[in-house]
């Protein structure tokens, strides 16, 4: 078994890359390394379609159309990410949560008194 391994060893490579890009996406909290982590497991599909080798043209032209949806995703996850940053000032995603959620806080406060101060007038 351990032979298939080295016989197929873009094959194995693609797999390990999309284990590690699956892991970057699900324990890193920092936005821009689960982009990196999303385009490390697209990478290791390419990878892996690649080293199947087909003679078929339909799985090179899919695997081109994957490409440029996977350009195309990362940069609007990249835009995302930068106006998340504009409106939190971190890249944190759980801080960036709890700033959005005190000022979801904030903002209901003030919109209570103001309904107050409303009724009392």
């Known amino acids: 078994m351990l032979e298939r391994l080295f016989i197929n060893h873009y094959q194995t490579a693609a797999v390990i890359l999309s284990g590690i890009g699956l892991t970057n996406l699900l324990l890193q909290r920092n936005l821009i390394k689960k982009i990196i982590g999303l385009n490390i497991m697209n990478s290791a599909i390419f990878l892996f379609l690649a080293a199947k080798g087909n003679i078929n043209p339909l799985p090179s032209v899919m ?32 801080e960036a949560l709890l700033k959005k959620t005190k000022e979801q806080e904030e903002l209901e406060a003030i919109i209570e008194q103001a309904e107050e101060e409303e009724i009392f007038s």
């Open 63 to 94: 695997a081109l159309a994957g490409i440029v949806i996977t350009l195309s995703l990362t940069a609007f996850a990249l835009a995302l990410t930068l106006k998340i940053y504009e409106d939190s000032g971190t890249l944190n995603i759980d």
